[in-house]
């Protein structure tokens, strides 16, 4: 693992680190906030996945998270979207391939010989990050848009690798909507039974979820049609599942929605993650 | 007066606005955040001036001001550096040119036909804004590096327009650094009597300023050769000026260093603007 930039922020310390994947067979970047509690020793972790198009950086940058972090003495971990570079199979399209993991192991050609961002987030880069930093072994899960629906999914799939979850403006029913169904069947392939492990809306109405969940979704969102809220709402509901779907008046899917609710998704992390913990 | 975007920030609106420029003689983009309490009506405001290489967007985007403005009830302000486009003269060099400005009006060919920042911020905008968005007439001006430059020197040179003062890692002392006297020398010609009117240190010691100033400046800035805090220092200093001059340990230049210490900055400015309004 190596340390490509750090920058004080908050007292803590903002780092850009790179190393080789196995996962993924190529070398991957990936951005870590440790608060300055961190000093006195490991830290539960908050991972905050990214949506389409999105590098390590963009969160760190515009998701103001920092400041909450190192108010509740989490760490944060922000992931690339995707394998990259030469030799990584891409799309001309925004939404597939380069910046478009959408959290899955790829199990069609082209894109099985690197695209492995479920194993690579689950396994890989959780083990490094415990190995390297100091960061105890208590995680919390979020993200935005297609992040939003790796964190579901991740989360739900593996209630014994994660003690919290929420998520911001996700693709909640990733099988019903154009963001999702092109996705899966080139990362898939056509049989759509292999797809319903990969959809939140689907694997809540399977297994539930051991604590309450936190959505919040921008009312003004412009893809609200391609997000689809309303079935992972549905499914709290019949479900009587614990958590909230919070439609947020006016708030579109930008950044500027995701930093309005950043602080009070670090903090309903923190509250589960240092009682975990203790 | 045009709003190119708005998106819903905080319960308040953050917008990006273009507008034709009498001053700079070409279209001028600014971004400007509305805090919530602006719905009641006008609010005071506090100008952010950014720095070398920056547009609007770069302090909006990664400053983390809008959190903090929300609370307080203060708009915020960004201009653009420069002028831009087309016709618009520039070098090849990062710090000369668009993206430039150094906040001056510009004596010299080719510069003097568009860089007249100093009266775009000071008087056009400042009219701009007031004449169409619910903006009262109670200004504060902060701003980093370049911009720290830009909101001292217009503010030490204009005390009845401005009611409080801070600075993020200003270019202190311009004509005593490579970050000043090659600029200054394009803009103004090579009479140095013209350029003291626009370096805080030699502004300050003339004239002092009528309240207590702020300055920011990250101990471990890349750039503090070049920045030269130690002549502010020494000036506030002599002058028994109202002040401070913290040198942050750890921290650089980058927005991770501002926005650890935006919500500090707009505190002092609002606790002021607001005691000056009533």
């Known amino acids: 693992m190596e340390v490509v930039s750090q920058n004080r922020c908050f007292d803590g310390v903002q780092m850009v680190c790179t ?59 922000f992931p690339d979207t995707s394998p990259r570079g030469e030799g990584v199979a891409d799309d001309d399209a925004y939404d ?8 899955v192991n790829a199990t069609r050609a082209p894109w099985t010989a690197h695209y492995r961002m479920y194993d690579y987030v689950l396994d890989e880069l959780r083990g490094l990050v415990l190995d390297n930093l100091p960061i105890a072994d208590v995680h919390g899960v979020t993200g935005h848009s297609m992040g939003g629906h790796g964190a579901l999914t991740l989360a739900l799939r593996n209630p014994d690798r994660f003690d919290s979850l929420s998520a911001f403006a996700p693709i909640a029913n990733p099988t019903r909507s154009d963001w999702g169904r092109k996705q899966l069947s080139a990362y898939l392939g056509d049989d759509e039974s292999a797809w319903a492990c990969y959809d939140a809306s689907l694997l809540l109405e399977e297994h539930g979820w051991k604590d309450a969940i ?6 003004g969102d412009q893809f609200l049609d391609l997000l689809r809220p309303e079935a992972l709402a549905t499914v709290l509901a019949r479900r009587r ?38």
Not at 96 to 103: D, I, P, W
Not at 214 to 219: E, R, V, Y
Not at 250 to 278: I, M, P, T
Request: proline share 5%.
């Open 214 to 219: 936190l959505i919040d979704q921008g009312a």
């Open 241 to 278: 599942q614990a958590g909230l779907v919070r439609m947020q008046p006016g708030y579109d899917h930008s950044y500027y929605f995701v930093a309005s609710f950043a602080g009070e998704h670090v903090g309903w992390h923190a509250e589960r993650l240092h009682r975990r913990r203790n």
């Open 96 to 103: 597939l391939g380069q910046g478009a993991g959408f959290y």
């Open 19 to 77: 190393h080789p994947s196995q996962v993924c067979g190529v070398d991957m970047t990936f951005g870590i906030y440790l608060p300055p509690q961190a000093e006195d020793g490991p830290v539960p972790v908050l991972w905050y996945l990214s949506g389409l198009t999105c590098t390590h950086e963009n969160a760190m940058i515009k998701g103001g998270f920092q400041q909450h972090a190192a108010e509740h003495g989490i760490a944060m971990i």
